[in-house]
C-alpha cells in the first residue's frame, strides 16, 4: 500500500538498514551520545540466607514438597503513591505457584514470621566488596523494602539496604565511578510463565546478593563489557562471591542523546553486553525518529484513543489460519484504529525488528496474549486477512482504507487490556523513549518486560532494626583487605613475570596460593615467579578447594623446586592429572620402569661407541619419564647402573 506525501517518512535514519554491531566508530557512538551503566548482581558465599537459617547454594532441580498460590496486589508508598510498576503488574492479573522445599525454604520467606537479623558473613562480605570498590562505607545499615509485584518473591517486597557510595576504579587512563553497593535477598527461580500463571521454585530466594552499581561512564558498547570483565574481577579477588552459572548477573542503562533511561535485564554473560548495548542505542534513535515524524504529522497524546471496535463477525470464516481457530474457540477478535502512524510500525528498530514488535511485547506481557502471532496489521506484507477482509473491518471501524488497524484475539478482558495497552503504547511514541525495564533476548535484541521501577516502590522495613557499624569492624575488615586486580599487576611486574601470564594470573582463582608461595622464592632463585605462575595456571591444577587444602603440600613442592630435587615438569602427571611430589621412592620406581624400556629401544638402534651409547640411552629415559625427575638425578642413577655391567648386557 503507497502512502500519500502527507505520511511519507522524511528522517533519513528510518529509510536505511540499521547498522550491524561492530561497524560504528567511537565518534559514530558520541554522535548518538551513546552512555551506558551497568548493574552487577553476585550472591555471596555464605553457608546462610540473608535473613533467615535456611542454607544457602542448595538447589532443589526436580523436586519440591509443597505448592502455594498467591495473588499480588499493589500497596501505597510512605507518601500515599502507588509505584506505577506494580500498577502494570497488577493488571496481568497472574497466578503466582511457588514451588517449595523443605531444605531451603522457611516461614520467613513466605511472610508468615518475622526476619532474623541480617547475616553476620553477609554483611561482612558486602562491606569488604564496598571497600574494594573505594567506596565510602555508611555509619548505620539501614534495611528497606523494594516492591515486587511479579511473584519473584513471595513477600511481594525485597529487603535491601545500600552498603556504600561513591567508589570508583580505574578503567585506562580515567576512573569509572560507582554510584553504590547495596546487599538485598536474592529472588525465585521462574519455572514457567504461560498465559495468566506463573510458577517459580524458591530455592534460591533469599540468598544474600550484593549489587554493584555504576554511573553512565562508558560510552562504548565496547567500554561496557570490559568495565564489566573489572568489576567481575575485583568481585571473585575478594574471594566473598560465589562463581558457577546463575551466581553473577548483570543489567545494563543504556540510553542516548533525547532518550531516556532504559534498563536490560537478566543479561547472562558479560559477552553479551557489547551487542545488547548497541543494539538499544540504535532501538532509541529510531524511536526519536518516530516521534519526529508523528510531530510533523500533528499526532498528540490527545488525538490518540483507546478505541477498540469487536471485528468478530467481520472475520467469521477467514483463511488466515491462527485467526480462524481463535474464532472457532470462542475468541473475540478486536480492531485498534491507529490513525496517523501510516508507515511507521513498519520502520526497524532492531536487528529483524520492527516498531510493531513493541505493541506485540505489551499485549503478550500485560494482556498475557502470549501464543504468538498474537496480533497483526493492516500494513504489514505477512499474510494475515484478504483485502476483502481488511476492507470489511475498516468499514466497521469507519476509517480511511490506509489508517493502520492493529487485530487482537482472546478473551474478552484481555483483549480490552490489550487495547488499552497499545493506546498506551502509541502515546509513549509520541513522547520518543518510554522509562522501560527490557529483557535480553538470546539474539542480541530485547523485549518489553515492564515499566521502569521509580522511587515510590520503596518504603523502610519495619521489623528490623538499623545496625550500626563499629570502627572497630569496619578496621578489622580494611585490615585485610586483598590486593585489588590491578594491583596484583604491579606486584607480577616487579616480579618479572610477563605481561600475559600476569594479565591471567591476577585475575585468576590461585592468586592466593601464589601471593604465598612467591615469599618462599629466595633471591636468585633457578625456580622463578614466571615458572610459579605458569605451574599454578596449568589445566591440570586443581580447584580452589583442593590448592588451599594442599597448602602444605604446596609449600613442600615449592622448596623441592627451589632445592632443584624437583623440576616443574615433575609436578603434574600425566596419567591422572593429579599432583604428585616426585620423592626418591616414586622417582626410582619411574627411573627402573623407563631404564628397562630405554635399555630395549636402544638396543634396536645398536649405536656405537659407549658415550654415544650413553647418551642415547639417557635420552631415551628422559623421554620416558617426561620431565617427572630431574635428569642429575638420572644421570647419577645411569652411572651407578654402568657399574653393574647392563651397558654389556644391553649391547650384547
Known amino acids: 500500500m503507497s502512502l500519500s506525501s502527507q505520511y511519507r517518512l522524511s528522517d533519513p535514519w ?237 543489567d545494563v542503562n543504556v540510553s542516548v542523546n533525547g532518550g531516556t533511561r532504559v534498563e536490560i535485564k537478566g543479561v547472562p554473560s558479560l559477552r553479551d553486553v557489547g551487542r545488547l548495548t548497541h543494539n538499544e542505542a540504535l532501538r532509541q534513535r529510531s524511536l526519536l525518529g518516530i516521534r519526529g515524524e508523528l510531530a510533523k504529522r500533528g499526532i498528540t497524546v490527545d488525538s490518540i484513543t483507546d478505541r477498540l471496535v469487536d471485528v468478530t463477525t467481520q472475520v467469521r470464516g477467514t483463511a488466515c489460519s491462527f485467526i480462524a481457530q481463535a474464532v472457532a474457540q470462542g475468541a473475540m477478535v478486536g480492531a485498534c484504529p491507529l490513525p496517523g502512524f501510516q508507515g511507521l510500525l513498519e520502520v526497524q528498530t532492531q536487528p529483524h525488528t520492527s516498531f510493531l514488535q513493541e505493541f506485540s511485547d505489551r499485549v503478550r506481557v500485560i494482556a498475557c496474549l502470549d501464543q504468538l502471532p498474537n496480533l497483526v496489521v493492516s500494513t504489514q506484507t505477512a499474510p494475515s486477512l484478504s483485502s476483502t477482509e481488511w476492507g470489511r473491518v475498516s468499514k466497521a471501524c469507519g476509517t480511511a482504507a490506509e489508517v493502520p488497524l492493529i487485530l487482537v484475539w482472546g478473551n474478552r478482558a484481555d483483549v480490552e487490556t490489550a487495547a488499552r495497552e497499545i493506546a498506551i503504547r502509541a502515546r509513549d511514541a509520541v513522547s520518543g523513549v518510554p522509562n522501560e525495564t527490557r529483557q535480553a533476548l538470546d539474539d542480541g535484541t530485547n523485549g518489553f518486560e515492564r515499566i521502569l521501577p521509580g522511587a515510590d516502590r520503596m518504603y523502610p522495613d519495619t521489623d528490623l532494626p538499623p545496625i550500626p557499624l563499629e570502627d572497630a569492624r569496619i578496621d578489622g575488615i580494611a585490615a585485610r583487605l586483598p590486593l585489588r586486580p590491578w594491583e596484583r599487576l604491579v606486584k607480577l611486574q616487579e616480579l618479572g613475570v610477563g605481561a600475559d601470564l600476569a594479565a591471567r594470573l591476577s585475575r585468576h582463582r590461585a592468586w592466593d596460593l601464589f601471593e604465598h608461595l612467591a615469599k618462599r622464592l629466595p633471591a636468585g632463585s633457578p625456580f622463578t615467579a614466571t615458572q610459579l605462575a605458569s605451574l599454578l595456571l596449568d589445566r591440570s591444577a586443581p580447584r580452589p578447594a583442593s590448592l588451599r587444602a594442599a597448602g602444605e603440600w604446596w609449600e613442600a613442592v615449592v622448596d623441592d623446586l627451589v632445592a632443584g630435587r624437583v623440576v616443574p615438569e615433575a609436578v603434574w602427571t600425566a596419567e591422572d592429572g593429579i599432583a604428585r611430589r616426585a620423592d626418591d621412592t616414586t622417582a626410582r620406581a619411574l627411573f627402573e620402569a623407563a631404564r628397562t624400556a630405554a635399555l630395549s629401544a636402544v638396543a634396536m638402534v645398536r649405536p656405537t661407541g659407549e658415550d654415544q651409547f650413553r647418551r642415547a640411552v639417557m635420552g631415551a629415559i628422559m623421554h620416558g619419564l617426561r620431565g617427572r625427575v630431574p635428569g642429575r638425578q638420572v644421570g647419577e642413577w645411569l652411572v651407578r647402573e654402568w657399574l653393574d655391567g647392563s651397558p654389556k648386557e644391553a649391547r650384547s
Not at 565518534?27 to 548482581?41: M, P, V
Not at 562508558?218 to 574471594?239: C, D, H, K, W, Y
Open 14 to 250: 528510518l529509510l536505511q538498514p540499521l547498522p550491524a554491531y561492530g561497524t560504528l566508530t567511537d565518534d559514530e557512538y558520541a554522535a548518538l551520545g551513546f552512555r551506558c551503566g551497568l548493574e552487577i548482581h553476585q550472591q555471596l558465599l555464605t553457608v546462610r540466607k540473608l535473613f533467615c537459617r535456611c542454607p544457602a547454594g542448595r538447589y532443589n532441580r526436580d523436586t519440591h514438597d509443597a505448592e502455594i498460590l498467591r495473588h499480588m496486589r499493589p500497596t501505597l508508598s510512605e507518601m500515599g503513591e502507588y509505584d506505577g510498576t506494580a500498577l502494570m503488574e497488577f493488571k496481568t492479573r497472574k497466578e503466582i505457584v511457588y514451588l517449595l522445599n523443605r531444605e531451603t525454604v522457611c516461614t520467613y520467606e513466605m511472610d508468615d514470621a518475622p526476619p532474623f537479623e541480617m547475616d553476620d558473613v553477609a554483611l561482612d562480605g558486602s562491606l569488604l566488596m564496598a571497600m574494594l570498590l573505594g567506596c565510602g562505607v555508611v555509619s548505620e545499615v539501614h534495611i528497606t523494602r523494594k516492591q515486587y509485584l511479579d511473584g519473584s518473591i513471595p513477600t511481594g517486597f525485597q529487603r535491601t539496604a545500600i552498603i556504600g557510595t561513591d567508589g570508583r576504579v580505574p578503567f585506562g587512563a580515567r576512573t569509572v565511578r560507582i554510584r553504590q553497593i547495596s546487599i538485598e535477598e536474592d529472588s525465585c527461580r521462574e519455572v514457567s510463565d504461560q498465559g495468566h500463571r506463573r510458577v517459580y521454585r524458591t530455592d534460591r530466594l533469599g540468598m544474600p546478593l550484593i549489587e554493584t552499581v555504576t554511573d553512565p561512564d562508558m560510552v562504548t558498547p565496547q567500554e561496557a563489557m570490559a568495565v564489566g570483565q573489572i568489576l567481575r574481577f575485583l568481585a571473585r579477588s575478594g574471594g566473598m562471591v560465589r562463581t558457577g552459572a546463575g551466581a553473577a548477573r548483570q
